[in-house]
């Protein structure tokens, strides 16, 4: 897929300060959970994606390429609204109900948003749970995302278990 070569370009080898992690699995785990949950091709797609435009940097960077990237107008758009509904609301922003976060009306976008939270809680459990100095405000913001993505704690935990499941195959590789 043009836009996974795109997005393992951007990342090259680049790893997470704190966890170590390459940067890439957040995009195959990410791209895991969309394809349990039944995702569009686009929502696929944009999720490759949202990280050369989610930042203000590498939306500055990216944007004067977009068009000569070869990829469809509709995934550049979903993309783009992806990073203003998640942008609204990270976890440095205080967001004390389920209420107060607003989805969009597009479902390619809403998908995304379940990979990206699905995996990033994923992420935080195995990492940071007992390091992290806002432990406790991350695991409040993630649940909150979670409830509002109507996602239920036995589906979290399968997500979670297919998750593991993957990263145990990966290390022992």
């Not at 990280?51 to 068009?67: C, I, N």
Request: charged share 25%; glycine share 4%; aromatic share 10%.
């Amino acid at each position: 897929m043009l836009e996974y070569e795109l997005i393992s370009a951007f990342y090259g080898d680049r790893c997470a300060r704190r966890s170590g992690a390459p940067y890439m699995n957040h995009i195959d785990e990410g791209l895991v959970v969309l394809e349990r949950i039944g995702a569009s091709q686009t929502a696929r797609r944009a999720f490759c994606l949202h990280p050369m435009v989610q930042g203000d940097e590498d939306l500055a960077h990216t944007w004067p390429r977009v068009g000569s990237l070869g990829v469809p107008p509709r995934v550049w758009v979903v993309a783009l609204e992806y990073r203003n509904v998640a942008n609204a609301y990270l976890a440095s922003r205080a967001v004390s109900s389920v209420e107060e976060v607003a989805l969009s009306p597009v479902t390619d976008v809403n998908q995304m948003l379940v990979a990206d939270k699905v995996q990033n809680y994923c992420d935080f459990l195995r990492y940071h749970a007992d390091s992290h100095p806002r432990a406790s405000e991350l695991d409040a913001y993630f649940r909150i995302w979670l409830a509002r993505l109507g996602i239920s704690d036995d589906a979290f935990t399968e997500h979670r278990r297919a998750l593991s499941q993957r990263a145990s195959r990966r290390e022992s590789l």
